[in-house]
């Protein structure tokens, strides 16, 4: 099993690995990786894996029957190769500054309105996000991101460590998207925004709140009381 550095720190940028398995030439499993592969609503990670003088571009990274898969841009890697993974970190820094700001709306929604998260996905430039919501008015999300933007500027430290599941299940709103989590799993890995929320999360995600610094409305959709749409951006 490929050990996802991503998982404990977020903010490693460069790191040495193994070539494990190729399939195909250029689906590539690594011991240990950076990249984080799409799913959760954060799309996955690109960058480079480089060997010698050979640059291999990552141009998807997916999770396939539980392992990374990386998938390159040419072929020429083999297994037992070792190599040099360096991340494309402007990308994969504004998902973790826009993926911590989607957990602070998440959890004032949540908190002020009883809104669940019906759906939401990050992209490199923006954020959708869904909730179900019995009234739907544009002036009380604007005054979210009000609230939300205060936090974004606070000194507020963000953590994230494993629990076992039935201690975890204990937090109130520890999941607040309306489809559960697969209820096999022996420890929940939760990101804590230090005195204001907790929740099951496998993303990555910024130290503290002030990182992300402020986010701007771009629509509101109105796609019925279970999807009640909003984008936002990084500013
Ligand atoms: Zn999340």
Same mark, same amino acid.
């Given at each position: 099993?490929?050990?996802?550095? !991503?998982?404990?720190?977020?903010?490693?940028?460069?790191?040495? =690995?193994?070539? +494990?398995?190729?399939?195909?030439?250029?689906?590539?499993?690594?011991?240990?990786?950076? !990249?984080?592969?799409?799913?959760?609503?954060?799309? $996955?990670?690109?960058?480079?894996?480089?060997?010698?003088?050979?640059?291999?571009?990552? +141009?998807?990274?997916?999770? !396939?029957?539980?392992?990374?898969?990386?998938?390159?841009?040419?072929?020429?890697?083999?297994?037992?190769?070792? +190599?040099?993974?360096?991340?494309?970190?402007?990308?994969?820094?504004?998902?973790?500054?826009?993926?911590?700001? =989607?957990?602070?709306l =998440? !959890?004032?929604l $949540?908190?002020?309105?009883?809104a669940?998260i019906t759906g939401n996905q990050?992209?490199?430039?923006h954020v959708r996000f869904d909730f179900s919501l019995?009234?739907f008015?544009k002036?009380?999300l604007?005054?979210?991101?009000?609230?939300? *933007?205060? #936090?974004?500027?606070?000194?507020?430290?963000?953590?994230?460590?494993?629990?076992?599941?039935?201690?975890?299940?204990?937090? %109130?709103?520890?999941?607040?998207?309306?489809? =559960?989590? %697969?209820? *096999?799993?022996?420890? #929940?890995?939760?990101?804590?925004?230090?005195?204001?929320?907790?929740?099951?999360?496998?993303?990555? $995600?910024?130290? *503290?709140?002030?990182?992300?610094?402020? +986010?701007?409305l771009v629509k509101t959709v109105n796609k019925g009381k279970n999807n009640r749409r909003i984008y936002f951006? #990084?500013?």
């Amino acid at each position: 099993m490929t050990k996802a550095l !991503f998982l404990v720190d977020s903010y490693l940028k460069e790191s040495p =690995a193994t070539v +494990v398995s190729v399939k195909d030439e250029k689906y590539i499993i690594l011991d240990q990786t950076l !990249f984080y592969p799409k799913g959760g609503g954060q799309p $996955h990670d690109t960058g480079k894996i480089i060997k010698g003088r050979e640059i291999y571009n990552v +141009v998807y990274v997916g999770k !396939f029957l539980g392992e990374i898969s990386h998938e390159v841009d040419n072929s020429g890697l083999k297994a037992g190769d070792k +190599v040099y993974c360096m991340l494309n970190w402007k990308r994969r820094y504004k998902l973790m500054r826009s993926h911590t700001a =989607a957990h602070v709306l =998440a !959890f004032l929604l $949540h908190k002020g309105t009883g809104a669940l998260i019906t759906g939401n996905q990050l992209e490199e430039d923006h954020v959708r996000f869904d909730f179900s919501l019995k009234k739907f008015d544009k002036s009380l999300l604007e005054a979210y991101l009000v609230k939300a *933007n205060k #936090l974004y500027k606070a000194n507020i430290p963000v953590k994230w460590y494993e629990l076992p599941r039935e201690e975890a299940m204990k937090i %109130p709103g520890i999941v607040k998207m309306a489809s =559960a989590f %697969p209820p *096999n799993l022996p420890t #929940l890995r939760i990101v804590e925004i230090v005195g204001i929320d907790r929740q099951a999360d496998g993303g990555t $995600h910024v130290r *503290n709140l002030r990182e992300i610094e402020e +986010v701007k409305l771009v629509k509101t959709v109105n796609k019925g009381k279970n999807n009640r749409r909003i984008y936002f951006k #990084l500013n």
